[in-house]
């Protein structure tokens, strides 16, 4: 294990044996304190997330775009403080922080026993919206995690979504894409990640007027499994309680190939996305690039 390995390790791990024992209102001052130093630092990171910005909220100034990140550091760093403290939540803190838009489109799908396929971008708290699924709805979930470098911090990732309740299948090796459909046969519900894919299997779609590249992998799973696709969108409040929506099904084209049914599918999703982060383009935490005109590394920070 390299020296930067062992140091994020470290950290990370000093994150979920500290922070969740501190203070709520500690916490969310420690994570705002976080945010504003690593923003007036202006890696990488920030100087991506503006770039970013800059797709989602076409002319705005280079002011705006300062405030816009430095509001997306604060999202970002609240994500991390509530995740860090999600394990030591009682129930009904988890049951209390989550209040979705549209749930019918959920419970309803379940109740069909047809199977569910929900689909988010990197809104808020993905991982709080699942504990709320597990603990409110009682309803397991099995998602995919990309594997991590060290190997000890992806073992972390893992335990800490198991202990909210999910089943964690690893994103290399191929085998997780069967798992997943045998789970929506059941009529299970499978939950997804699905805004950024940089392999040469994503679907392109056009995203705030740009090709972009996402995940195959919720389309297809609907096709071939006959489950329920949903798009869900998150932001947050001036609240403790965090609020998302839950978006009306994508159906199955009725004709044309697997290829060409993907693409329709997937760009429904990227439609739905994008219009949950036009609306709070703060709570995007998209640090990296996504767009395939800045995938040239001579074109900017990444």
């Not at 916490?27 to 976080?34: H, S």
């Not at 978006?247 to 199955?252: K, L, N």
């Not at 760009?267 to 994008?274: K, N, R, V, Y």
Request: positive net charge; contains cysteine; hydrophobic residues 45%.
């Amino acid at each position: 294990m390299s020296a930067a390995d062992r140091f994020a390790d470290v950290l990370y791990g000093l994150g979920w044996s500290t922070v969740k024992k501190l203070p709520e209102p500690v916490a969310v001052r420690l994570g705002r304190t976080i945010a504003d130093a690593a923003w007036k630092r202006r890696g990488k990171g920030v100087r991506r997330l503006e770039a970013n910005y800059a797709r989602v909220v076409p002319g705005a100034s280079p002011e705006r775009l300062a405030e816009l990140s430095r509001a997306g550091m604060r999202s970002y760093l609240r994500y991390w403080m509530e995740s860090f403290r999600l394990p030591a939540w009682s129930a009904e803190r988890v049951r209390t922080g989550f209040e979705p838009k549209g749930l019918h489109h959920l419970t309803e799908g379940l109740d069909s026993g047809r199977g569910v396929v929900l689909a988010l971008p990197h809104l808020a708290n993905w991982d709080l919206a699942g504990a709320w699924v597990t603990t409110k709805l009682e309803t397991p979930f099995t998602t995919v995690a990309e594997r991590l470098k060290p190997e000890s911090l992806y073992d972390r990732f893992v335990a800490y979504r198991e202990g909210l309740g999910m089943e964690v299948l690893p994103h290399s090796g191929g085998a997780a894409f069967g798992t997943l459909a045998r789970r929506l046969r059941d009529g299970g519900l499978v939950c997804l990640v699905a805004d950024r894919d940089l392999s040469a299997s994503g679907a392109e779609v056009d995203f705030f007027g740009e090709r972009a590249r996402m995940p195959a992998g919720p389309a297809l799973l609907a096709q071939q499994t006959g489950a329920l696709l949903l798009p869900v969108t998150l932001w947050y409040d001036d609240s403790p309680v965090m609020k998302g929506r839950v978006h009306p099904p994508i159906e199955v084209p009725a004709s044309g190939t697997r290829a060409e049914k993907t693409s329709v599918m997937t760009q429904a999703l990227a439609d739905a996305f994008a219009t949950g982060i036009a609306a709070h383009p703060e709570d995007w935490h998209m640090l990296q690039r996504l767009w395939l005109a800045d995938l040239d590394p001579a074109k900017g920070p990444s």
